[in-house]
């Protein structure tokens, strides 16, 4: 497998370069796809319900890209007349392709040092998530090997993963803190979110999730570990621009709605916006909560109850679902997708990435959802891309392709979206446009 970052340019000759004069210069353009999803806005944003069946498809498609945003996006025909290459073009051919949106996966953990297969055996004897976590193991494990890792080892480990997505065609994530737990180990988790989005292709929107589990020191004493992030590390970490967004582990055992609330109304006091992992193993009433703050998304919301589904309905809080959490617990028990999508609740995909579940592969979650969650293809798909940019609060920029977006792309080795997770546990990627620039290139 290559990753590189300039395609092999397909230059076409013109006999007269001045024959057609057009505002923009196209550096890109894709011809001839086979199914070119769209998910165009006018649609709906996010898409809920049927929408969310909608992908506006074209069929023989084609984008012009000019720098790093879409100029054009039509048929073939269109796209010639309107945009003729000059010799500077790159020209991808899409024929038999099919074409969408970038991936984009809002909810991961991809900053962290150290592994953990050697639990799949404690899950496998029947050990539970819990059970794990209080016998030293799980985050806390974790946590251990994070704050003995520098800075530079947790950037390293984020790049690895981060190109690996990139060749899954994922093309911004979200990405948290909360395997360091007190200040200055969370900080070093967010200044490596920084610098790999500086400097890797992918975008990384930052999260802070010092609320994560209870650290060693605090055992016992949650309350005084909420009152050490609500005082001191919510404020440093606003000081220091390190985080868009702050996240809350609620769960029994872990963070109640209350220590949840008060974490969560802090954050949005220093400017930071809200976002909760809820009801994943029992219902706390995540849902409700969520609701009531407003929080941007949630994430698992396998157990939430009624009331708290049809608040979520009524409030603009996007629920991200996130398969392989269920999956690699070995669970009977997945989020209720087609109950949520009936109610209309907006619905995103994403990895959960952590050493619990570790998956770079929104192509497998896709799967997962499918088989698992008895989303369709197209539900799926929605909600890999425009849904998940709303989730991340990005639906302006990325998510569908329309002029004026950024031009976030993938190209499929698959004739249509039908493919995605039918042809399961192989990677599909023929080529990943990020930022108007080939980044992966497979062919
Ligand atoms: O979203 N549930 C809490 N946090 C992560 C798992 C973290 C871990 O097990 O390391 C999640 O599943
Ligand atoms: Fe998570």
């Keep these: 497998m290559s990753v590189r970052s300039t395609p092999t340019p397909e230059r076409i000759k013109r006999k007269d370069p001045n024959r057609f004069h057009h505002p923009h ?6 011809l001839h796809a086979n199914e070119l999803v769209t998910l165009d806005s006018k649609y709906g944003v996010p898409r809920v319900g049927k929408g969310m069946k909608n992908l506006a498809t074209i069929q023989d498609g084609a984008v012009a890209i000019s720098d790093n945003s879409i100029v054009f996006i039509g048929t073939t025909e269109e796209l ?14 899409a024929t038999n392709k099919l074409v969408t949106p970038g991936f984009i996966d809002p909810h991961t953990h991809i900053i962290f040092d150290g592994s953990r297969e050697n639990e799949l055996e404690m899950k496998l004897a029947g050990m539970t998530y819990i059970e794990i976590l209080e016998s030293g193991g799980g985050i806390l494990k974790t946590i ?3 704050r003995k890792a520098p800075l530079t080892k947790l950037i390293k480990n984020g790049r690895t993963i981060l190109n690996r997505m990139m060749e899954y065609g994922t093309t911004t994530i979200e990405t948290k803190s909360g395997y360091g737990l007190d200040t200055e180990s969370e900080i070093k988790s967010l200044l490596a979110a920084k610098e790999l989005n500086l400097k890797h292709p992918i975008d990384i929107v930052s999260t802070f999730l010092g609320a994560h589990a209870v650290p060693p020191e605090y055992e016992g004493k949650t309350d005084e570990y909420v009152e050490q992030i609500v005082s001191e590390m919510i ?12 996240d809350v582990f609620c769960e029994e055992g872990i963070f109640s709605t209350e220590q949840t609330k008060k974490i969560l109304l802090t954050a949005i006091k220093y400017g930071i916006k809200p976002q909760i992992h809820i009801d994943e193993i029992v219902d706390s009433n995540g849902a409700l909560l969520a609701a009531e703050l407003n929080a941007v998304q949630v994430g698992h919301v396998l157990k939430s109850n009624d009331d708290g589904l049809v608040a979520l309905s009524k409030s603009e809080t996007i629920a991200t679902l996130l398969p392989g959490t269920p999956f ?21 995909l994403a990895t959960d990435l952590n050493p619990n579940c570790w998956t770079e592969s929104m192509q497998m979650i896709i799967a997962l959802a499918c088989y698992h969650m008895k989303m ?3 539900e799926a798909l929605t909600a890999a891309t425009i849904n998940a940019a709303c989730a991340i609060g990005r639906q302006q920029e990325i998510g569908s392709l329309e002029v004026g ?3 976030d792309i993938n190209i499929f080795n698959i004739p249509n979206h039908n493919f995605l997770p039918y042809q399961f546990g192989v990677n599909l990627i023929s080529k990943v446009i990020k930022s108007g620039k080939v980044v992966v290139d497979f062919e």
């Design 25 to 30: 210069q196209v550096d890109l353009i894709i």
């Design 80 to 93: 010639i007349t309107k945009f003729p290459p000059n010799e500077e073009t790159i020209i991808i051919d």
């Design 144 to 146: 251990k090997a994070t």
């Design 235 to 246: 404020p440093r970490i606003a000081k220091g621009e390190l985080a868009e967004f702050c």
């Design 328 to 348: 690699c617990l070995m669970l009977k028990d997945y989020a209720p997708a087609r109950k949520m999508i009936e109610m209309g609740i907006p619905i995103a």
């Design 376 to 378: 369709s293809p197209a």
């Design 405 to 407: 977006k950024k031009a």
